[in-house]
């Protein structure tokens, strides 16, 4: 939404990772790193591990107990 900070909506609800929070506990580590490029990494790991996430869907649904045979 315009007007309101980064991960908020107007309403006050989460609409994701603050990746502003991070950022000065990674710089004290060593590790300086920009908020976009943080959101671009995390963006990409999430592209990555969405198949993995849909063949776990696929075998928990496949193995329902409540499931007649």
Do not use: C, K, N, Y
């Not at 994701?16 to 506990?25: D, T, V």
Request: charged letters at 25%; zero cysteines; hydrophobic letters at 40%.
């Amino acid at each position: 939404m315009r007007g309101t900070p980064a991960g908020r909506s107007s309403r006050g609800h989460d609409r994701g990772p603050a990746f502003s929070r991070p950022a000065p506990s990674l710089a004290r580590e060593g590790a300086a790193i920009e908020r976009r490029t943080l959101a671009d990494r995390v963006g990409q790991g999430a592209w990555w591990l969405r198949p993995l996430a849909g063949a776990i869907g696929t075998d928990a649904l496949a193995h329902r107990p409540w499931r007649r045979a």
